[in-house]
T-cell receptor, first 111, second 118 residues
Framework: QKEVEQDPGPLSVPEGAIVSLNCTYSNSAFQYFMWYRQYSRKGPELLMYTYSSGNKEDGRFTAQVDKSSKYISLFIRDSQPSDSATYLCAMSARLGQNFVFGPGTRLSVLP | DTGVSQDPRHKITKRGQNVTFRCDPISEHNRLYWYRQTLGQGPEFLTYFQNEAQLEKSRLLSDRFSAERPKGSFSTLEIQRTEQGDSAMYLC????????????????FGPGTRLTVL
């Protein structure tokens, strides 16, 4: 079993839909959770950062962490075609430690 | 542009050749990370530096790989005697400890160097 699991998709939604992206993990020591967006042949771009459990909202994006279930989510409201990309979750146990990434979910938002 | 930069962006080489990649982090960042990413997978950690000290190396980093950060600024990643299995995107990221406030050490990635070994 991989340390971080993520449905690879592809996930196709119509423009304006609410998108839910999820990761599960096995290491209970993880405390820092990140979501990155990666366009084809580009480096990952940081979207959201959360510490421990709870919710965080930034514009159209909401990140949720449920440490008891070892489950994190990213919600995208009013999705746009420009949101079409691969979404990577990443996590670490300590600040400054390397991240462990999920394999990414490929999202297509259709106009 | 004050983001992380990497050079070259693309490299095609023949099996058995040596290659070297460069990463310039965000200027005030003291931590620098190297990752490798293959198609359909998330980035996999290779190694990281705090200033000029290499603090951690992954088991993925075989003895054909070496990384340096001689003055605590830019870093190089060298692969000797390249193999076809080395073909991947090599990503560099940097982070910093904030002075006061919330310390996040959030990692910011460069555009990557895509290596193709023929």
């Amino acid at each position: 079993q991989k340390e971080v699991e993520q449905d690879p998709g592809p996930l196709s939604v119509p423009e304006g839909a609410i998108v839910s992206l999820n990761c599960t993990y096995s290491n209970s020591a993880f405390q820092y959770f990140m979501w990155y967006r990666q366009y084809s042949r580009k480096g990952p771009e940081l979207l959201m950062y959360t510490y421990s459990s709870g919710n965080k909202e930034d514009g159209r994006f909401t990140a949720q962490v449920d440490k008891s279930s070892k489950y994190i989510s990213l919600f995208i409201r009013d999705s746009q075609p420009s949101d079409s990309a691969t979404y990577l979750c990443a996590m670490s146990a300590r600040l400054g430690q390397n991240f462990v990434f999920g394999p990414g979910t490929r999202l297509s938002v259709l106009p | 542009d004050t983001g992380v930069s990497q050079d070259p962006r693309h490299k095609i080489t023949k099996r058995g050749q040596n290659v070297t990649f460069r990463c310039d982090p965000i200027s005030e960042h003291n931590r620098l990370y190297w990752y490798r990413q293959t198609l359909g997978q998330g980035p996999e950690f290779l190694t990281y530096f705090q200033n000029e000290a290499q603090l951690e190396k992954s088991r993925l980093l075989s003895d054909r790989f070496s990384a340096e950060r001689p003055k605590g600024s830019f870093s190089t990643l060298e692969i000797q005697r390249t193999e076809q299995g080395d073909s991947a995107m090599y990503l560099c990221a940097s982070s910093s400890r904030l002075a006061g406030g919330l310390r996040t050490d959030t990692q910011y990635f460069g555009p990557g160097t895509r290596l193709t070994v023929l």
